[in-house]
């Protein structure tokens, strides 16, 4: 009984680290332009846009925002959140799977969560 339920929670623990790392791979995809290769802010398109993209390595401003709003800016675009319309909204091109995905690698960088 007991191996079954340390084989569930080690699959459970692969299962995070296997969110984060899908998520990794679709930062670098959809978001690495505008927020970086590192998730600074400061991707190519960076230079060129008057509202600057978040760094989302700041721990303090993205400490205050919980997994919902994190979850709901990526789904919806900053208008949902009363942010930049320069944030695009992803609903269309991602899976909810895919923002929990995203939701969790921007916890990595931000705060070293895994
Ligand atoms: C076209 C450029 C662009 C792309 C591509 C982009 N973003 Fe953004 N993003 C922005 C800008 C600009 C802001 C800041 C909006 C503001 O401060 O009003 C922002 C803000 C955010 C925020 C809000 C942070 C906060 O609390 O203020 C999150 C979360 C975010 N982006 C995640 C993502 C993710 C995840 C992706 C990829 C799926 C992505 N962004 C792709 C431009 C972009």
Redesign the pocket.
Known sequence: MKKILLVSALLAMAGVAQAADHGEQ??ET??M???GVQGHGNGV?AAH?S????D?TDTK??AA?TDD??FK??QQG?KAIN??V???M?GGN?SDDDIHA?VAH?RQLCCGKD
């Open positions: 679709l930062y959809y978001c332009q505008c927020h398109n846009m509202v600057q993209p978040r989302h401003e993205m925002r709003e994190l800016v990526i900053g942010k930049s320069l944030m695009p992803w991602l995203l921007l």
